[in-house]
């Protein structure tokens, strides 16, 4: 297969997206639809923040459930469960919506599925998902980076036909560390330096050095008048294309911010035989290897 | 003489501020003195932010200035020029108005000067100045906390009757690690735990350790819906208390974040003859000795 987004090689290079952002069309009879606005909002600024989505009831529950989850008994010593090493915090539950009935609901729900299948016009099914804690005081930032860059590289998908879905759980401010974006860059792909070692997986969910933009990329992508950030109450759910830029500062408040992402692709756009630029492909809990696509709930 | 803010005990104590924020009055006189919504602002928030103080010719002035500074004959190998250790890229001057005309001028300048006169109704000296150069990408956080307490405990300064003024030369934006306040935090004291080791400030103005309030009292003083930034264009002026809690994250962005900042103090407020709570006074380059008023630009 044909690798259009050539990467983790010796030199960076920035070349054009090579497909649509949207592929779908607005559907006025579907009132979880986006609308043409928010389409074009999504296609132009590779991101869009929706408010007042889930209730504050909703994400109570929600906010209990992971927290129930951390001492779920099919999870204990998985990988898919990570504490803190110093203070053994929960920082990260991966694929929630495999373990709780509430989360596999939330990840079919309407107000998500619809619009991630309007965007990219097909049946969809999740590629990977996760609750993120960024911790009061201790939360540390996350560098700039393309998601779609790493799920080329090291899971095989081939084309960005694929995006981000989350939900804030906590409000996300300009303060605590909340995900900023750079409007526009989706539409450009940044071709990093360096090959990818053995089981990089290991060490990129904690500091990523490979699939990492260099600072004239970053300069060349960015424009300081242009950066956005994704603030919002409970609730809001915020959808970001694939290829989108974006980064995290550190958290320095003393309450953490916490988020719930579900990562949709295209039944379209399933693993290659192998991924474009790693040795092996990422664990399944990271790179799902289940194609089913999703179904409203029952 | 009595010691009215306890700190680096064996316990965190959380008092009441022990005298007036706003010394001074408004002066319908003098163009450059705060008006009375101003410095109700001040008293209440503990800062106060103003746009458009400096024009950007001055700024640009400012800028070239300093990265002249660096080469400047008489501050080679002095403590006050800080290099990045990794990278040799300038990181701080301190007190540049003592090594540039320029600076100089900009700390007695009535924009500053007549406010600082103002708020602390009384002549006032400069206890310390810098600039700081938060580099893009690799800027560091700064934790919570009070300025005053470390002059209190380390420089002997017995009362609060000091405040920062503050020039933005770059633009400071939710994106760069600008600083982030609590509003009306100057009002209370956070007396912080542990024994001032001696020489503590080499390792402080990295990263500090003592003085430095714990979860709790965070918890106590802040309120999420309340936090500020310090945001603004370049040439914008802030003023903010001496007590305020202040604290600010890393700088993810390509580009660096870059402010001015001189200590006013009031000559009222000259230091104790020992400080009140470390073995010695900080060096002089970081809390001046000479308490001389300063006058006009001639």
Redesign the interface.
């Known amino acids: 297969m044909e690798d259009l987004y050539p990467t983790r090689r010796n030199e960076e290079v920035i070349i054009d997206r090579r497909e649509p952002v949207v592929y779908g069309a607005p559907d006025s009879h579907n009132s979880n639809a986006l609308s043409a606005d928010q389409l074009a909002t999504y296609e132009s600024d590779g991101f869009i923040i929706i408010p007042n989505v889930f209730s504050a009831h909703e994400v109570d529950f929600m906010v209990r459930e992971y927290e129930t989850l951390a001492f779920n008994h099919d999870l204990q010593g998985r990988e898919e469960l990570v504490f803190e090493p110093e203070s053994n915090e929960l920082r990260s539950i991966f694929n929630p919506q495999r373990f709780s009935p509430l989360f596999d609901r939330i990840s079919r729900d309407q107000r998500i599925k619809d619009k991630a299948q309007q965007i990219l016009d097909s049946d969809v099914y999740i590629h990977q998902a996760r609750i993120n804690i960024k911790r009061?005081?201790h939360g540390k930032?996350f560098?700039?980076h393309s998601d779609f860059e790493t799920w080329h590289a090291e899971d095989g998908l081939p084309r960005m036909r694929v995006l981000t879905a989350w939900i804030m759980l906590t409000?996300n401010?300009?303060?605590?560390?909340p995900l900023?974006l750079v409007p526009g860059s989706h539409k450009q792909f940044v071709g990093c330096v360096g090959e990818t070692p053995k089981e990089h997986h290991k060490a990129s969910l904690r500091q990523q050095k490979y699939g990492v933009p260099s600072?004239n990329a970053?300069?060349s992508l960015?424009d300081?008048d242009k950066?956005a950030?994704a603030f919002g109450k409970p609730g809001t759910l915020v959808f970001h294309e694939g290829n989108v830029m974006h980064?995290?500062?550190?958290?320095?408040?003393?309450?953490p911010r916490t988020n719930l992402f579900f990562v949709y692709n295209s039944i379209h756009n399933t693993p290659a035989s192998k991924p474009f630029a790693a040795p092996d492909f990422r664990p399944e809990f990271l790179a799902s290897q289940n194609f089913t696509p999703l179904r409203e709930v029952d």
Chains 1, 2 share one sequence.
Do not use: A, K, V
Not at 173 to 177: K, Q
């Open positions: 009061g005081i930032s560098p700039w409000e401010t300009p303060f605590n560390g900023f600072l970053l300069n960015m300081s950066l950030g980064g995290s500062p550190d958290n320095i408040t003393p309450w």
